[in-house]
């Protein structure tokens, strides 16, 4: 078929890459390692896996799309409104959703880079301008996030922890930046990794957007709580924005699976944290041997670690896939190594300590 031919497509989507997910590797002596896409090692709790096999039985069904019992379990743990409440096919389906809802040609969105991929790629899509901000030893840099709002700035996104840097922004900075961002901006605070966070400096986004309208926060069920395959996440927010974010959502987007198994995490939490705290002592036992071995690693609040590696990356991951070890490149930047299981842990340590140079 002829170009003169073919179907007519946005001309944007010529220039967004497509998403890639981390990679599973296999190496010589069969070990394969996945710590690229920063999941729990974890599989489901007994009592969770109950769970999606009762609901099982009804998927001939739609799923309750306004998933009134989880939003319900919602409210209840995190001590707000119900219709402060919003859910998504994981976090990143709700920032769809919230572009959806800000986006339009001439609009942008201001976000720190390096960040959360999928920001520039949703970005894209949704007719929006990114305005990449540079982060400023590894983490973001408030004053330039701030200084590059401008009457065409929908959306600011703070990503704490940083992913892929693991950095975090502290309480008193955090709290002096959203007083001074405009009301016409919408900040979300993108909280994927808030449950391994253990600075007490670092602030409880749902206790900031209490008394600030144009502030709300994302959360997921897809990491701490190692529901990745089920996609579901949610979102805190004053009512007018929670309401807006509802209104964009695919129908049905939340499956029945997903929430009855978010709503039985919910119930196991104490259980499921326990294993958070594990994830937490392998992350700060990695940082441990790689600073030991003469390796520069920023501190980290999330399920990963960062390895500044510049022009080295590409060779780095290769050295890790080789051992079968998966990791997450960025070509020229860097690497994300996420916490998996102890022996995975070791086997990316052993690639890293043999690695001839150091970040």
């Known amino acids: ?96 959703q919230l572009l959806e809802t800000v986006a339009e040609p001439g609009a942008e969105v201001v976000y720190a880079w390096r960040s959360f991929e999928a920001y520039p790629l949703l970005a894209g899509l949704s007719g929006a301008t990114s305005v990449q901000v540079p982060l400023r030893d590894e983490t973001h840099d408030l004053d330039a996030l701030l200084a590059a709002v401008t009457e065409r700035t929908r959306l600011l996104l703070v990503c704490n922890p940083n992913n892929p840097t693991g950095t975090v922004v502290r309480g008193e900075e955090l ?104 994830t937490v002592k392998e992350r700060e036992r990695v940082r441990g041997a790689l600073l030991a071995d003469g390796w520069t690693v920023p501190p980290t609040e999330a399920n990963f670690v960062w390895l500044r590696l510049g022009e080295a990356t590409s060779d780095f991951a290769a050295a890790c896939e080789a051992a079968g070890v998966a990791v997450r490149p960025f070509a020229g930047e860097g690497a994300r190594v996420s916490i998996g299981e102890p022996a995975d842990n070791d086997a990316f340590l052993a690639v890293a300590r043999s690695y001839p140079t150091r970040n």
């Open 1 to 96: 078929m002829s170009e003169r031919n073919s179907p007519y497509f946005r001309a944007v989507l010529g220039t967004i890459p497509p998403y890639r997910p981390g990679r599973a590797v296999v190496g010589p002596d069969g070990r394969s390692a996945k710590l690229s896409s920063n999941e729990s090692p974890y599989g489901p709790l007994p009592s969770v896996l109950e769970a999606i096999t009762a609901a099982a039985t009804g998927i001939n069904r739609y799923p309750d799309n306004g998933a009134a019992e989880l939003t319900a379990a919602l409210a209840r743990r995190f001590d707000v409104p119900e219709e402060h409440v919003a859910l998504g096919a994981g976090s990143v389906g709700i920032l769809q």
């Open 175 to 278: 709290t002096a930046f959203l007083d001074r961002v405009p009301d016409h901006v919408l900040v979300v605070l993108d909280e994927a990794y808030r449950e391994y966070v253990r600075d007490p400096a670092v602030p409880d986004g749902l206790s900031l957007y209490r008394d600030r309208p144009n502030v709300a926060v994302l959360r997921t069920f897809s990491k701490a709580y190692g529901l990745a395959a089920l996609r579901v996440g949610f979102l805190v927010g004053h009512p007018h924005v929670a309401e807006a974010v509802r209104k964009t959502m695919v129908p049905f987007a939340v499956n029945a699976l997903a929430q009855a198994a978010a709503v039985a995490s919910l119930e196991a939490e104490e259980e499921l944290l326990e294993r958070v705290e594990s």
